[in-house]
């Protein structure tokens, strides 16, 4: 329980997240207006999608928990072997889901985007719940296991950073008209690199990482069993509350605001700013966030950034500036609040799990961690859905397959400006209320559960 993890296991396991946010940071910021402005799919199609999507996950995450919990430990432990196994199959399904199959017909493209984009759930979540159950055996050291979720959040930040900073540079093509569209065989190439670089990441994250904790089964995991145990867990269905809410609130932003920058501002090339005021913060808070959570903890410093978060976001909604410059400002200090989350949320799982096994007496964290990964993915599915959703309300125009998408109206453009900041100032004060009235494991009851285990 005291022991102090070497540099390389911490470096190892940021890895293994700058390989996952590749994917994941690229399917939030740019597979909407993949499907819109380059494959021409109708808004209504791209909700459907993302809900049924969805409900195969309802089956498909318990089920790999399960089978990650049963499966045999090998030579490299119990969870790292996943990520050698799974690494290059996620990079083939991120260049399958990117590409512009714009030959095919209406019903084709509407085919290929439903199989590539459900396989690539499915392959993701093959190496995303052992890379998540990893932290548990990594170390048994609750403030260990804070320094893995400040280091995760950092591999994360930085592999958010293709798909938000360096894409728009590059994946945009400007018509004899003047005006900007996604150009998606330069999106199609940025990909496959990207792909590349997660496979290579993964492998790394599982040469660099080491697992220390015995991994004890005393009886084989099932899923009604366990399900059921969780539904008395409040820690538990209080966390993905939150992290749903949160996972689809961030990923909204994501996708709204590529909407804002290339419609509102007109000038689409500053979104790749967008993830510098966002992730900012986050570097600036990293060298003090263990600290910060030993004084304070984790769930008081949580509610207090989403409190902030939404300061912010509904202060653009009221403003309607037309400043990029405080828009920018704004970003900023959404970034801010959101980043004691997106440090300490993979702690606060890891925690939680230790209670559900503390209720159970049962080491189960593939398929606990797999429940938790289908809450967010839930959130993954609400910023999809209902981003496309709000996209058709706020009246946006989509294009034709292969062709540029058009000029948009000018109250479409002021519709989609309120969508983007309104409905995350909501959703960020919603998590604090949460945060601060549901969940139960603050500072205090967490010191008395660890003194007594």
């Known amino acids: 329980m005291e022991e102090k993890l070497p540099l390389k296991d911490k470096l190892g396991y940021a890895l293994g997240d700058f390989a996952g946010q590749l994917g994941f940071a690229l399917v939030g910021s740019y597979l909407s207006m993949f499907y819109t402005d380059v494959l021409g799919l109708q808004l209504s199609a791209i909700a459907v999608l993302m809900l049924l999507a969805r409900v195969w996950d309802a089956a498909n995450d318990p089920l790999w928990g399960t089978l990650i919990d049963r499966f045999p430990a090998q030579k490299g432990g119990k969870f790292r072997p996943w990520l050698l196994w799974f690494g290059i199959p996620l990079g083939a399904t991120m260049v399958l889901s990117f590409l512009p199959v714009?030959?095919?017909?209406?019903?084709?493209?509407?085919?290929?985007?439903?199989?590539?984009y459900i396989l690539f759930g499915m392959v993701y979540t093959g190496v995303n719940i052992p890379y998540g159950s990893l932290a548990s055996v990594i170390t048994g050291n609750p403030s260990e296991r804070t320094s893995l979720s400040v280091w995760r959040s950092a591999g994360a930040g930085l592999g958010a950073i293709p798909a938000s900073v360096l894409l728009p540079m590059l994946v945009y093509s400007t018509t004899?008209?003047?005006?900007?569209?996604?150009?998606?065989?330069?999106?199609?190439?940025?990909?496959?690199?990207?792909?590349?670089?997660?496979?290579?990441?993964?492998?790394?994250?599982?040469?660099?990482?080491?697992?220390?904790?015995?991994?004890?089964?005393?009886?084989?995991?099932?899923?009604?069993?366990?399900?059921?145990?969780?539904?008395?867990?409040?820690?538990?269905?209080?966390?993905?509350?939150?992290?749903?809410?949160?996972?689809?609130?961030?990923?909204?932003?994501?996708t709204m605001n590529g909407y804002v920058f290339k419609d509102y501002f007109k000038r689409p090339g500053l979104f790749g700013l967008y993830a510098v005021f966002?992730?900012?913060?986050?570097?600036?808070?990293?060298?003090?966030?263990?600290?910060?959570?030993?004084?304070?903890?984790?769930k008081e410093l949580c509610a207090l950034g989403m409190a902030v978060a939404a300061a912010a976001n509904l202060l653009l909604w009221v403003s309607r500036t037309a400043s990029v410059g405080f828009y920018f400002v704004c970003l900023f200090f959404s970034g801010l609040g959101q980043a004691f989350f997106t440090l300490e949320v993979w702690a606060m799982a890891a925690e939680v799990i230790d209670w559900q096994s503390a209720l159970s007496g049962q080491r189960e964290e593939g398929t606990v961690f797999a429940l938790y990964s289908f809450a967010r993915k839930l959130g993954h599915t609400l910023a999809g859905t209902g981003g496309a959703l709000l996209l058709s309300v706020c009246g946006y125009q989509v294009a034709e397959a292969g062709r540029e998408a058009p000029i948009q109206t000018a109250q479409a453009v002021q519709n989609l400006y309120a969508a983007a900041t309104g409905v995350p100032g909501a959703a960020f004060l919603l998590a604090f209320l949460l945060l601060t009235f549901l969940y139960p494991l603050g500072k205090k009851q967490l010191e008395a559960f660890y003194k007594d285990r």
Do not use: H
């Not at 992730?279 to 304070?296: E, I, V």
């Open 278 to 298: 966002t992730y900012l913060p986050m570097a600036l808070l990293l060298p003090f966030a263990a600290k910060l959570c030993r004084r304070f903890g984790k």
């Open 102 to 116: 714009t030959g095919f017909s209406a019903g084709g493209r509407l085919a290929w985007a439903y199989g590539s």
């Open 176 to 254: 004899a008209a003047g005006a900007d569209y996604l150009d998606g065989k330069k999106l199609f190439l940025c990909v496959a690199g990207m792909a590349v670089l997660s496979a290579v990441l993964y492998t790394l994250s599982y040469t660099f990482t080491k697992e220390r904790v015995p991994y004890l089964q005393t009886e084989k995991p099932q899923i009604a069993k366990t399900a059921k145990a969780l539904l008395k867990n409040k820690p538990f269905l209080s966390l993905c509350a939150v992290s749903l809410l949160f996972i689809a609130t961030t990923m909204y932003l994501n």
